[in-house]
């Protein structure tokens, strides 16, 4: 695209969608390959990089990361798609930086060296960081500032962590790193340096606040990338290195990660019911979905990160559904205020039945993703903690009259003069929605098919992080006191 003449838009996006869709593409092998029987790395792509500081250009997948590797392939496609018609300005620029980011969301999802991992991870922020501050609204450089300088600092101190690591172990590889033995002051020191990276990135409460302003501001494509991946590699991040490195820091301090959780949910959802721009609504409900995501990650059981595992995906689908559909009326009125909607239902009624399903979907509806997903998390969290649990679930009853109030006032009032005589959705946008609105009804109808791929890789998490966590805690005279005892009973 960069050698190619910036008058020839047509032949840049087609490039974009080839390369898109070949990507896509070339994630079906995966799929059919995988083996769900074991929790070992598969399709393994290991060089030695740069030999004087051990670092490797170490690639592979497992349960933990298949089904986020997938659904970025998914989501890039849908990007170049919703651009298509919509994106004016800066054209070559704009459809170059989305596969850019496309590049490095599939690379944080695939490095098993940590200081490849960093290169990908901070490689996704640049292009991002254009895409909100050149093509967003009218405030879009103090979003995109904001953006850029949280992420930055919480990747610096995960920078310190990772070098520390490196001095403790003489390796970033991933797998050679978890058969450290790391003192548990050193773990609390390291779980924090990465908390902070992870954290801003979900973004859990109280480091959460750029995440408004940056999808309210950014273009539909970046609000689909930002919703459906980018806040996703933070929890990614909680279960790829904080769990298996850090058990014992995991687990002292779950209760903290506990309640942020929760305080995220009820104050997400709190913040929801009282905005007035569309986009800005369903960005606070982000906060609350993935307060359910930390919720299940740190319940430390099967069914919590199993489900918040699957919340992932789950969130990524209808939220990026939501934000695309925000996005195709947005184009028409060139509005985001719900007031001045109103009516749309009788205006544009095929976008109103897409939106109606994918707002069951948030909110959680038994036979759509989201309830699964969040059946889950529940399960897991009464198992660890009741309160925590049964503050979430009163979460779930604010999703659900924030989200129904939102569409009654859209769709449902009467047909306001602004949105008269719009045209409904055309082929191009429905055949956006329908990848996502089949997978709203497939996960919450079989969710099997997708569990089944997470389960081998969740059970070996959780083995490691309470197997490793009670090993590591033994001191020397109990070990020796255990072997005397065992003896004895020989």
């Given at each position: 695209m960069a050698l190619v003449n910036r008058r020839q838009e047509g032949l840049i996006k087609g490039i974009a969608l080839v390369v898109s869709v070949f990507t896509m593409l070339l994630t079906?092998?995966?799929?059919?390959?995988?083996?769900?029987?074991?929790?070992?790395?598969?399709?393994?792509?290991?060089?030695?990089?740069?030999?004087?500081?051990?670092?490797?250009?170490?690639?592979?997948?497992?349960?933990?990361?298949?089904?986020?590797?997938?659904?970025?392939?998914?989501?890039?496609?849908?990007?170049?798609?919703?651009?298509?018609?919509?994106?004016?300005?800066?054209?070559?620029?704009?459809?170059?930086?989305?596969?850019?980011?496309?590049?490095?969301?599939?690379?944080?999802?695939?490095s098993m060296d940590l200081f490849l991992f960093y290169i990908f991870w901070e490689a996704m922020l640049i292009p991002m960081y254009l895409i909100v501050g050149v093509w967003g609204g009218s405030n879009r450089i103090y979003a995109a500032i904001k953006f850029f300088l949280y992420t930055l600092v919480g990747s610096v101190l995960m920078l310190i962590g990772l070098i520390i690591l490196y001095v403790h172990g003489n390796t970033f590889e991933l797998t050679k790193l978890m058969t450290l033995q790391i003192p548990y002051n050193l773990q609390l020191l390291l779980f924090w340096l990465f908390f902070a990276a992870f954290a801003v990135k979900v973004p859990m409460f109280p480091v959460h606040t750029w995440l408004p302003d940056a999808h309210t501001e950014a273009p539909t494509a970046g609000s689909v990338v930002l919703a459906a991946i980018l806040i996703k590699m933070g929890a990614y991040g909680f279960l790829r290195f904080s769990l298996p490195l850090f058990p014992q820091a995991s687990l002292a301090l779950t209760p903290a990660m506990l309640t942020l959780s929760a305080i995220a949910i009820v104050y997400g959802g709190l913040i929801c019911m009282v905005q007035s721009d569309f986009k800005r609504l369903i960005a606070y409900s982000s906060v609350s979905h993935m307060g359910f995501v930390t919720l299940g990650i740190f319940s430390l059981n099967m069914n919590g990160v199993e489900g918040g595992l699957l919340q992932m995906v789950n969130h990524g689908v209808v939220t990026g559904a939501l934000f695309l559909c925000i996005g195709i009326v947005y184009d028409r009125t060139h509005t985001r205020q719900i007031t001045d909607y109103g009516g749309l239902a009788s205006v544009m009624p095929i976008y109103s039945a897409f939106f109606i399903v994918f707002t069951f979907a948030s909110i959680g509806l038994p036979g759509t993703n989201g309830f699964i997903g969040e059946f889950l998390i529940i399960l897991g969290g009464f198992a660890k903690s009741p309160l925590a649990a049964i503050v979430s679930c009163s979460g779930i009853i604010i999703g659900a009259i924030y989200m129904l109030w939102l569409y009654q006032r859209v769709f449902f009032t009467e047909i306001n003069e602004k949105i008269k005589g719009l045209k409904d959705v055309n082929a191009l946008e429905i055949a956006i929605l329908l990848p996502l609105l089949v997978l709203v009804f497939w996960i919450g109808v079989y969710p099997e098919t997708f569990i089944s791929m997470i389960n081998t890789s969740v059970t070996a998490l959780i083995d490691r992080v309470h197997g490793r966590a009670v090993r590591d805690s033994l001191t020397m005279s109990e070990a020796i006191k255990n072997l005397s005892h065992l003896s004895n009973l020989k």
């Amino acid at each position: 695209m960069a050698l190619v003449n910036r008058r020839q838009e047509g032949l840049i996006k087609g490039i974009a969608l080839v390369v898109s869709v070949f990507t896509m593409l070339l994630t079906i092998p995966l799929l059919r390959g995988f083996n769900k029987g074991t929790a070992e790395l598969q399709f393994v792509e290991k060089y030695e990089w740069i030999k004087s500081w051990n670092i490797q250009y170490y690639l592979g997948i497992d349960g933990i990361s298949i089904l986020m590797v997938l659904l970025s392939a998914l989501t890039a496609i849908l990007c170049v798609l919703i651009s298509w018609n919509t994106v004016k300005d800066k054209v070559k620029e704009f459809f170059i930086a989305l596969v850019l980011v496309e590049g490095a969301m599939i690379g944080v999802f695939c490095s098993m060296d940590l200081f490849l991992f960093y290169i990908f991870w901070e490689a996704m922020l640049i292009p991002m960081y254009l895409i909100v501050g050149v093509w967003g609204g009218s405030n879009r450089i103090y979003a995109a500032i904001k953006f850029f300088l949280y992420t930055l600092v919480g990747s610096v101190l995960m920078l310190i962590g990772l070098i520390i690591l490196y001095v403790h172990g003489n390796t970033f590889e991933l797998t050679k790193l978890m058969t450290l033995q790391i003192p548990y002051n050193l773990q609390l020191l390291l779980f924090w340096l990465f908390f902070a990276a992870f954290a801003v990135k979900v973004p859990m409460f109280p480091v959460h606040t750029w995440l408004p302003d940056a999808h309210t501001e950014a273009p539909t494509a970046g609000s689909v990338v930002l919703a459906a991946i980018l806040i996703k590699m933070g929890a990614y991040g909680f279960l790829r290195f904080s769990l298996p490195l850090f058990p014992q820091a995991s687990l002292a301090l779950t209760p903290a990660m506990l309640t942020l959780s929760a305080i995220a949910i009820v104050y997400g959802g709190l913040i929801c019911m009282v905005q007035s721009d569309f986009k800005r609504l369903i960005a606070y409900s982000s906060v609350s979905h993935m307060g359910f995501v930390t919720l299940g990650i740190f319940s430390l059981n099967m069914n919590g990160v199993e489900g918040g595992l699957l919340q992932m995906v789950n969130h990524g689908v209808v939220t990026g559904a939501l934000f695309l559909c925000i996005g195709i009326v947005y184009d028409r009125t060139h509005t985001r205020q719900i007031t001045d909607y109103g009516g749309l239902a009788s205006v544009m009624p095929i976008y109103s039945a897409f939106f109606i399903v994918f707002t069951f979907a948030s909110i959680g509806l038994p036979g759509t993703n989201g309830f699964i997903g969040e059946f889950l998390i529940i399960l897991g969290g009464f198992a660890k903690s009741p309160l925590a649990a049964i503050v979430s679930c009163s979460g779930i009853i604010i999703g659900a009259i924030y989200m129904l109030w939102l569409y009654q006032r859209v769709f449902f009032t009467e047909i306001n003069e602004k949105i008269k005589g719009l045209k409904d959705v055309n082929a191009l946008e429905i055949a956006i929605l329908l990848p996502l609105l089949v997978l709203v009804f497939w996960i919450g109808v079989y969710p099997e098919t997708f569990i089944s791929m997470i389960n081998t890789s969740v059970t070996a998490l959780i083995d490691r992080v309470h197997g490793r966590a009670v090993r590591d805690s033994l001191t020397m005279s109990e070990a020796i006191k255990n072997l005397s005892h065992l003896s004895n009973l020989k």
